[in-house]
């Protein structure tokens, strides 16, 4: 690990202006970040804290849930609102990390998870365009199995590794932040970017943007709702594919829905094709099957990755079904 400054900024002004600079990074629960920079991925010249500066409240009203960016991914999930009111985010949370780590990561860091693609965490691999931008990208030709089929380009096959943003996202949430210019709104699916031509570009955000709130808004959907992780190991691993969905019925007819997936795409992926052909059908395993073979529309496999086609939509089907049998 290299030396760097460790700044700790007594309000959410002075943390701006603390962290504008190329090689500034912001700092909260650093479950990610502090590996990074054992790993030499990661080279600040100073580190600003945000513990003490944001908002770590999680707060429920008519609207929906409001969470402060630095609240810990356990008081989340384990949040009474949360488990009867969204329960896909709390199964998202549970099935993701150890309890140690979710107990000290915090929701702006996960919002903000870097990949954990091996060519991008060794430093000995030259070519990682998301690392070294213009280098190649070693996964390739290189061993591929956890990596994307959905959103991949001839850059970058990383895949996102976030349990809690899948979950999000087919919550319609919505990101807030604070810049040195101002304050503005995201909407989930908007935060993270695809690769294309730029992989070392992840996010929309600006250098020195901070997350300060997830807002998602309560509805039906999200009362029925689900999360369906398949992984090598029952804890503490991430996807070879997980799925969130929430229906919103009206008697046995589905009236909508939403389905985001994780493990096999690029940022998180809504599977708007699956969502399209769900809207007044049955809530039948038969609708969630035709649904589900349309969500690897356009996905691009290697010959390691390619079992995620069938796998993600298996995956789908189990978490409808979830959902559906939710009251």
């Not at 080279?43 to 945000?50: F, T």
């Not at 087919?170 to 908007?190: F, I, K, P």
Request: net charge positive; with cysteine.
């Amino acid at each position: 690990m290299r030396d760097f400054q460790y700044v700790r900024p007594k309000n959410l002004d002075e943390a701006l202006e603390q962290g504008q600079g190329a090689r500034r990074r912001f700092v909260a629960g650093g479950t990610l970040l502090v590996d990074l920079l054992r790993l030499d991925v990661e080279r600040p010249e100073s580190l600003v804290d945000l513990n003490g500066v944001l908002s770590s409240d999680i707060t429920w009203d008519a609207h929906g849930l409001t969470i402060g960016a630095g609240a810990r991914n356990t008081e989340l999930a384990y949040h009474d609102k949360v488990m009867a009111e969204m329960p896909v985010l709390s199964e998202a949370l549970l099935s993701g990390a150890s309890p140690q780590l979710r107990n000290m990561a915090s929701v702006g860091g996960n919002l903000l998870q870097r990949t954990r693609c091996s060519y991008f965490r060794d430093v000995g691999v030259d070519a990682c365009n998301k690392r070294k931008p213009g280098s190649g990208c070693a996964a390739r030709e290189g061993y591929s199995r956890m990596h994307a089929v959905l959103g991949v380009s001839e850059h970058c096959i990383a895949a996102h590794p976030s349990d809690m943003c899948v979950a999000l996202l087919a919550l319609d949430a919505v990101v807030r932040t604070r810049h040195r210019s101002g304050a503005r709104e995201l909407a989930l699916g908007d935060l993270h970017i695809l690769p294309g031509d730029h992989p070392e570009l992840e996010t929309q955000l600006k250098p020195g943007e901070i997350v300060t709130e997830v807002f998602v808004p309560s509805s039906e959907r999200a009362r029925r709702s689900a999360y369906v992780k398949s992984r090598d190991r029952a804890s503490y691993a991430f996807a070879l594919a997980s799925a969130a969905v929430a229906l919103e019925l009206e008697g046995p007819q589905i009236k909508s829905a939403r389905i985001a997936l994780g493990g096999v795409g690029t940022k998180p992926w809504r599977a708007l094709e699956a969502e399209a052909a769900l809207q007044g059908k049955p809530a039948t395993r038969e609708s969630f099957e035709a649904a589900a073979r349309l969500t690897m529309n356009g996905a691009r496999a290697t010959s390691h990755n390619a079992f995620k086609l069938e796998l993600a939509p298996r995956v789908v089907v189990a978490a409808l079904t979830a959902a559906g049998s939710k009251s």
